[in-house]
């Protein structure tokens, strides 16, 4: 059974249409249940906005609320299985790193790192297990581990890191045996052995809401659970080829998307002083309707926001 996709009218604030299609979903004719709801947004902040409008929604109708769980994207994998192990903190992930770095083979750690810290340069190994740590996170989020990458680098003939991998890989195999022997489990390893396994599952309806993206493993899970997941997109049912079974965006069909924004609304200037200038500007003209946490400024790079962020605090 495919995901639901329902399409939320954008002409209007997000996630007030979201807080009333959700209260609609309501299982109670005598107060606002939503218990037997998880909601996943992008973001804690969405979440507590979304849970306010949701209170405001059954004040409204002088109705007591029982919220649903709202979480994020990056928390979502474990509620769709019950772990083997605890999950280890990230103190005992990156300790755990550090001891798999100290038992590496001198050659194998030449491969890992050309120029290895000093013994007793105690940050340099620090920051060398944090980066390895950040491409386990970002592998095993696709799907992949270290191993994966060494098998699959063989069959490109013009790829020479194929050795390096095979060291990576087994300083990968130590840092999770680690954990093993401290009854932990790296979390994001977790989640791919649960899927692995086919062993996901939702008792609850999970609801996506404004969930732009998702790596290879959450989608994958979903899928698994495909009968108890809606997906909210917050744009028009006209623009439905631009977001895919998970309502997240195709990126191929929004780059060469026309934007029509009414020459009114542009404001030409200079420099990204005078950039920072018109933002502040324009929240001026908004007479203190809307809270700091319901305005979004976006900035096309880093020359761009540097100056908005010196301003704001100021005003």
């Known amino acids: ?154 069959t490109l003939p013009a790829f020479s890191e194929a050795p390096r991998w095979g060291a990576l890989a087994r300083l990968q195999r130590r840092y999770l045996d680690d954990l093993a022997r401290l009854d932990r489990d790296d979390p994001y390893a977790a989640r791919r052995a649960a899927l692995d396994a086919r062993a996901c599952r939702s008792a609850r309806e999970v609801v996506l809401l404004g969930v732009a993206e998702v790596n290879a493993v959450l989608r994958a899970m979903l899928c698994q659970v495909a009968d108890r997941v809606t997906a909210l997109v917050l744009a028009p049912a006209s623009l439905a080829d631009r977001f895919d079974a998970l309502g997240c965006l195709r990126v191929d069909a929004w780059r060469d998307a026309a934007l029509h924004v009414p020459d009114a609304l542009l404001d030409i200037v200079d420099t990204p002083s005078d950039q920072a200038a018109a933002v502040l500007h324009a929240m001026a003209g908004f007479g203190g309707r809307f809270a700091s946490d319901e305005i979004v400024v976006g900035g096309p790079d880093e020359e761009g926001v540097a100056p908005l962020e010196q301003q704001l605090p100021l005003h």
């Not at 772990?83 to 990230?90: F, I």
């Not at 390895?132 to 970002?138: I, K, N, R």
């Open 1 to 154: 059974m495919p995901i639901q996709r329902v399409f939320l009218d954008w002409t209007g604030p997000g996630l007030d249409a979201a807080a009333e299609h959700l209260a609609d979903r309501s299982s109670s004719v005598d107060y606002v249940d939503l218990q037997h709801l998880v909601v996943v947004l992008p973001g804690g902040r969405a979440g507590r906005r979304l849970l306010e409008l949701l209170q405001r929604y059954a004040e409204g109708r002088s109705l007591p609320l029982v919220p649903p769980t709202i979480t994020t994207v990056g928390a979502l994998p474990e509620l769709l299985f019950e772990p083997e192990r605890p999950a280890a903190t990230g103190l005992a992930r990156d300790l755990a790193w550090l001891r798999a770095l100290e038992a590496t083979a001198p050659d194998d750690l030449r491969l890992v790192s050309p120029r290895p810290p000093d013994r007793d340069d105690t940050l340099a190994w620090a920051d060398l297990a944090a980066t390895l740590a950040g491409l386990h996170t970002e592998l095993t989020g696709e799907g992949l581990s270290f191993a994966d990458v060494a098998e699959r680098s063989r």
